[in-house]
């Protein structure tokens, strides 16, 4: 088997000698070509050449979801055909690792590099599907480039958020669960459309949703971890479904703490409900558009301004070592 690994070594909780190590297992088993990311979409430019390549059988992300997202976004530049692409195994190495957690695999580097390495040898692998979310046509965000996620997406309020995470991490910031919390309350003290929501969601078939104020896009279940604790926002959103999508029209003081708390205690049967909430679940198509430009982030990156966004759920997009 030949094996490319990308190696994002800004990763949050790998040190280099651990890398070394990794490198070290994973070449004994495999004939192995490491690349080291050095800007920005590398890891993306690195997923496609082995896309492109016609004798790759295997890309390793080393990195956390930020990694990932550029990995499959380069191995699917051509579009989803999980027969004859690469397969993608995931080591993590961020501060978060969603969708390897959500695959089952642990959430230690070393630990998962064993668990993949027994996945090889007893060949366990499956198909996945995936989010893909581009331009809607007609509007001012249409020549924006799809772009596929591997867990979530989010329009307004949690994007707004991920977005001052990314600012104080710019200026050195470490990159914490505490960090996220407190920038959450910022977000919700200078959020503008708290009270009445700017958002609509549009569906074949179906009245359209108006007036969200928050709107977050599930590939699978949790959404996020905060420490070991799983957060479901759509406990329903699975690699075998469409997508999912909570959507709450209002953010006022009260209805934040009832829904903040739902999602603390939330559990695989059970997420948010409530008047102010709305959950759909398998979505094959969709579009949300905003009266204004809001932030809007996918797989944990902050993506600037949009006005409206297109999704498709896309089932068996992309084979994966479990």
């Known amino acids: 088997m030949r094996a490319l690994l990308v190696v994002n070594p800004a990763a949050t909780t790998t040190s280099a000698r651990t ?11 495999m004939k192995l070509e490491a690349v080291t990311t050095e800007y920005r979409g590398h890891a993306r430019d690195v997923g496609r050449r082995a896309a492109e390549s016609a004798d790759i059988d295997l890309v390793v992300a080393l990195g956390g979801d930020g990694t990932v997202n550029e990995v499959v976004n380069g191995l699917l530049h051509h579009g989803p055909d999980p027969d004859r692409l690469p397969r993608l195994a995931v080591v993590p190495g961020g501060s978060t690792n969603v969708f ?5 695999l642990p959430n230690d580097a070393v630990e998962a590099t064993g668990a993949i390495l027994d996945a090889l040898g007893e060949r366990r692998e499956r198909t996945v599907g995936l989010g893909l979310a581009s ?6 965000d249409e020549a924006v480039p799809a772009r ?5 997406a989010g329009f307004g309020f949690d994007a707004g958020v991920i977005g001052r995470v990314e600012q104080q991490r710019e200026r050195g910031r470490r990159s914490t669960h505490a960090l996220y919390i407190r920038q959450a309350m910022r977000q919700f003290l200078d959020e503008p459309h708290r009270r009445q929501g700017v958002i609509t969601l549009e569906r074949p078939g179906a009245d359209p949703v108006h007036d969200l104020a928050l709107s977050i896009v599930c590939n699978t279940a949790p959404w996020t971890y905060l420490g070991n604790r799983p957060v479901y926002a759509a406990p329903e959103a699975s690699f075998d479904t469409g997508l999912d999508v909570l959507g709450l029209s209002r953010l006022s003081t009260a209805a934040v703490a009832r829904y903040a708390t739902q999602l603390l205690t939330s559990t695989p049967e059970r997420g948010p409900r409530g008047k102010h909430a709305v959950s759909l679940h398998d979505l094959t198509d969709f579009t949300l558009h905003s009266k204004v430009p809001l932030p809007f982030q996918m797989d944990g990156d902050h993506l600037g301004l949009r006005t409206s966004v297109t999704f498709t759920g896309v089932r068996r997009a992309l084979r994966v070592i479990v």
Do not use: K, M, Q
């Not at 390897?100 to 089952?104: E, M, P, V």
């Open 135 to 140: 331009g809607t046509p007609g509007s001012e």
């Open 148 to 152: 596929w996620f591997t867990f979530c």
């Open 19 to 29: 890398r070394d190590v990794l490198i070290h297992a994973l070449a004994s088993e």
């Open 100 to 104: 390897a957690r959500a695959l089952g």
